[in-house]
């Protein structure tokens, strides 16, 4: 499986965004798929991810929506109330069955929130 994520770029406190992450190659392998971000100097966290249910981070309840599109094998994170705490490279992330862990990655995608 191939993900290629997008949308990132530079966004004012408050505001929204919206990723996309498109899947190519195998996916009717794909179970779950997710988004996952790091900021400059932490660990890559968890944000949201989404199979017949979503699941949030707690720090992104309430502001950050998961969804998918089958039919274009695509995921979206619709990102609004932005903070500049939510400055990260985001990454989309695939999984082939329950349980089993992550194990396609995009590249990342950049968004910068400023203050």
């Known amino acids: 499986v191939q993900l290629q994520a997008s949308g990132g770029g530079l966004v004012q406190a408050g505001g929204s965004l919206r990723l996309s992450c498109a899947a190519s190659?195998?996916?009717?392998?794909?179970?779950?798929m997710g988004w996952f971000r790091q900021a400059p100097g932490k660990e890559r966290e968890f944000v949201a991810g989404?199979?017949?249910?979503?699941v949030y981070a707690d720090s992104v309840k309430g502001r950050f929506t998961i969804s998918r599109d089958n039919a274009k094998n695509t995921v979206y994170l619709h990102m609004s109330t932005l903070r500049p705490e939510d400055t990260a490279v985001y990454y989309c992330?695939?999984?082939?069955?329950?349980?089993?862990?992550?194990?396609?990655w995009g590249q990342g995608t950049l968004v910068t929130v400023s203050s």
């Open positions: 992330a695939a999984r082939p069955g329950v349980g089993v862990p992550y194990d396609s």
């Open positions: 989404i199979t017949s249910v979503t």
């Open positions: 190659g195998r996916t009717f392998g794909i179970y779950g």
